[in-house]
């Protein structure tokens, strides 16, 4: 039974850095509160600038930012879709909504990320069986570790088959010195609340295409033409961010870099905390690899820990008030998606199995991750 006289610890908690609270005052001084107005612009134009990228459209999700995406690719009913098995259904969902196929491409073992050797296998195979090429890839840098990107883009190319990048859990990521969200034909970012910054709700897509960003804002504000009345010659959506929700973006991009610093040394603290212990162990950072480490992940081998579990982990802390979770439960095994094509591996059903994500705030009080450690320290018999 949980013990509800302890404050929660959440997973994951917005974290606001102070001048949120400026910018949207300035948008309720001067009846900015529409979902148009300058701080959308701005924000548009600071996370362009941050992420390397020449054009930005702010949106009300990452999920919306994915569709869209999809609809500037061409994505339509029939299509096959490729996508990392080994995310949220938010990557994938999109493609459903589409009428098109999602075709699932299991992870690696060194980032967990999309495999590229599997890709293009997976590739070549489509290509056979239905005498087209899929009309996308999406990939993700899970937790905020890069994948291998030039690896997979290097397969993108050499089908000529446009990479979305999702980077909902990375901003702040770098791969060789470059910040991810810049390296897709489009790339999305998310800043639902309990990202590494949050606009309440949100998301974003990037690209180097100011035509099709261009579009992207056109439909995502329900499409509506350039008319005096309300005309409309496509089918649009109510996608955009509104401007207070911008504000608030503005001011958690301002502390974005220190967050990723305090993430980090969430991290770091675990593996200090719990370094010997037999059959933990935590994602490496390859070089040249900067995660943001927006969730701290471990995995808890059974077979080396006296058969402590990351069951018995998460519900030893769940007892004490404490929120952790298991690591995505890949998309192949998804009852919504049986029967979609898989190429896989085994690497994310074994990384799910054993697999958890502890609680990873950048507000986590040396009290909280006292209180946390005392239970990962009892469970594993390190008192």
Known sequence: MTNMTKPKIWLSSPHMGGDEIKYVQEAFDTNWVAPVGPHITAFENELAAYTGMKYCAALSSGTAAIHLALM??????????????????????????????????????????MDPVLLDEAIGERIRKTGKKPKAIITVHLYGMPAQIDKILEVSRKYEIPLVEDAAEALGSEWQGRKLGSFGDLSILSFNGNKIITTSGGGALLSNNEAGIAKARFLATQARDPAPHYEHTHIGYNYRLSNVCAGIGRGQLQVLDQRVQQRRAVFDEYVHQLAKVPGVSFPAEPAGFFSNRWLTT??????????????????????????????????????????????????????????????????????????????????????
């Open 298 to 383: 471990v995995l808890v081998d059974p077979e080396k820990t006296d058969r402590i579990t990351r069951e018995s982990i998460r519900i030893a802390l769940e007892q004490e008030n404490i929120e952790s979770r298991p690591l995505w439960k890949p998309m192949h095994l998804q009852p919504v998606f049986k029967g979609c094509p898989a190429y896989v591996n085994g690497v994310s059903e074994d990384l799910f199995n054993i697999g958890l994500c502890l609680p990873s705030g950048s507000n986590l009080s040396p009290m909280d991750m006292q209180r946390i450690v005392e239970v990962l320290h009892r469970v594993c018999g390190q008192n």
């Open 72 to 113: 500037l690719l061409g994505v339509e009913r029939g299509d096959e879709v490729l996508c990392s098995t080994f995310t949220f259904s938010g990557t994938c969902n999109p493609i459903v909504y589409l009428g098109a196929t999602p075709v699932f491409v299991d992870s690696e073992s060194l980032t967990w990320n």
